[in-house]
């Protein structure tokens, strides 16, 4: 079974972002290779769908690949076992998502999934506070679970499951939605998508502003595109 990761950063010098330092600790600590099957795309300007459908289409050798943001956090040394077990029931594996979703404005995974209250919610995620510090997690719900969303700073793919129904990542989205469309086509093409318990801490303040150009001009993209889901 082989593993790869994958990460896209618009840094020159990878060993900059808080995903490498990760990984090289975890490798330090416990004798693991995980930086030598780590692949870090530099000065990305590519929309993420794009980069990692290239990756994928120059790296057919994968079994499996781990997608995740340059600035995560890895805390869990056993994250790759973690992942080739939840492999066996899940195609796309996440950290944290949702049941159910419902498409509307404002087009953010937990919400269209019913938000903390709806009871459709699952995973947690780790992040880092403002003084990029500190840490919180938030808990969504229970994990190991299957979800219909999942968030796409973290997401592992069984890349033959993937070839075999034909799916890629949504290449129609800059940075906003391509996960969340990316995950509606998965449903649509049969994978199954859950979540895992891995430990992680995500150095994102996420959405400030619901009126940003990028999201509002995303989100009216992505509910024309998924009108009919």
């Not at 618009?10 to 900059?16: E, F, G, N, S, T």
């Amino acid at each position: 079974m082989i593993f790869g990761i994958a990460s896209c950063t618009q840094l020159a010098d990878y060993k900059q972002t808080l995903l490498y330092k990760s990984l090289a600790k975890i490798d330090q600590n416990s004798n693991l290779t995980l930086v030598d099957n780590t692949h870090f795309i530099t000065q990305n300007k590519l929309g993420l769908g794009k980069a990692y459908n290239k990756f994928l289409y120059d790296n057919p050798f994968y079994d499996y690949v781990l997608f995740v943001h340059d600035d995560m956090w890895i805390d869990d040394a056993g994250f790759i076992s973690k992942l080739q077990e939840a492999h066996k029931e899940y195609d796309l594996i996440g950290l944290a998502g949702g049941l159910n979703p419902v498409l509307k404005a404002p087009a953010l995974w937990h919400l269209m999934c019913g938000g903390f209250q709806g009871g459709s919610l699952r995973g947690f995620a780790g992040h880092y506070l403002p003084d990029g510090k500190t840490t919180s997690i938030t808990n969504f719900g229970p994990s190991p679970a299957r979800v219909a969303l999942i968030d796409g700073a973290f997401m592992s793919l069984n890349v033959k499951r993937a070839v075999e129904v034909g799916w890629k990542f949504n290449e129609n989205y800059t940075f906003h939605h391509y996960d969340l469309s990316s995950c509606l086509d998965a449903n649509k093409k049969k994978l199954k998508l859950g979540v895992v318990p891995i430990l992680t801490y995500h150095n994102s303040p996420g959405l400030r502003d619901m009126n940003d150009k990028t999201f509002t001009e995303n989100q009216a993209k992505f509910l024309k595109e998924y009108a009919s889901y």
